[in-house]
């Protein structure tokens, strides 16, 4: 019997108290040892060391044997079926959640991101992935928050996403080069690496960390043949409608399907500011392209924003 689908619900793992100590000062030592990837976009130490603090956690709950730092086969640990797993881990302060909110009153689902050159590397011979979160405590700006902390702190845990074979995520993933900006909540930043985009909502989930023993060479030649999914937000999905029908690529009824699809009910935030559209259509009129009628509409779609000190 393979492995058996759910819902991708994160397991949360805390990796408080002597234990999860132990686990982080083990997971510090190990990123010490083997150093950067020679031509990887592996992260700093502290991003590397939450990836062997995942993969440790994920080893001890299906009894395999340590991570041995000299072993470097190209993927981090192999299923009884011959499945070969890459873990894959993200840290930040926040939670991990399934849906964020945004602006414009409407969430933003989560995705999981893969340097892409790492997934399209001849040297990494994965199967699949599985995507972990690590939530950790504050460290100062702009730096990540480095392993193994203090072992009275109690904001350590991991969520254990889901996985996803590495052929779907070739076939699915949005790739995106160095530059591109990316919304997180209320926020946009750039990425400095080339990514591929994944959401978390397309991931096969787990009821229980011993799942994972269960997966085989037949579920992951299942999955790598999946339906196309979509990996946008629902907000930028509408966004690239309405650009598109801009264009005249689709039509307003393609747009509409596209909201009704996917839940949206009114109009989404733009990437620009409200008062930068405002200030287009003034000077449209200035030079007689528009009219105050014209200005008047938008206000149904968004609103100006008056300084308020």
Not at 24 to 41: V, Y
Not at 111 to 134: C, E, G, M, P, R
């Amino acid at each position: 019997m393979g492995y058996v689908y759910h819902l991708p619900t994160p397991i949360v793992i805390p990796l408080t108290g002597d234990v999860g100590f132990e686990l982080r000062k083990q997971a510090q030592e190990l990123a010490l040892k083997t150093g950067r990837l020679k031509g990887a976009q592996s992260g700093s130490e502290a991003e590397r060391s939450y990836g062997f603090l995942a993969q440790m956690v994920i080893r001890n709950a299906l009894g395999m044997p340590p991570v041995d730092p000299a072993k470097d086969e190209g993927f981090d640990l192999s299923l009884p079926s011959g499945v070969r797993v890459d873990v894959k881990c993200r840290g930040g302060t926040l939670p991990f959640e399934e849906a964020y909110e945004g602006s414009g009153g409407f969430k933003r689902e989560a995705k999981h991101n893969f340097f892409a050159n790492q997934v399209y590397s001849d040297k990494l011979k994965t199967d699949i992935y599985i995507l972990t979160h690590l939530e950790t405590p504050k460290a100062p700006r702009g730096s990540k928050t480095a392993l193994p902390g203090t072992l009275r702190q109690k904001k350590w845990k991991l969520y254990v996403c889901g996985w996803v074979s590495q052929a779907r995520v070739k076939r699915e993933g949005v790739y995106l080069p160095r530059g591109s900006i990316t919304e997180q909540g209320r926020q946009w930043f750039g990425y400095r690496s080339e990514e591929i985009e994944f959401y978390n909502r397309h991931l096969n989930g787990f009821k229980d960390l011993k799942d994972i023993i269960t997966i085989d060479k037949e579920d992951v030649k299942r999955d790598a043949e999946k339906p196309l999914n979509l990996h946008l937000t629902s907000v930028d999905a509408v966004r690239i409608a309405v650009d598109l029908a801009g264009f005249g690529v689709i039509n307003k009824d393609t747009v509409d399907f596209v909201k009704q699809d996917l839940g949206i009910n009114g109009n989404v935030p733009t990437i620009l500011n409200p008062n930068q559209y405002y200030h287009l259509l003034r000077w449209l009129k200035s030079k007689g392209k528009v009219n105050d009628k014209d200005i008047e509409r938008i206000i149904a779609i968004m609103k100006e924003i008056e300084y308020k000190g």
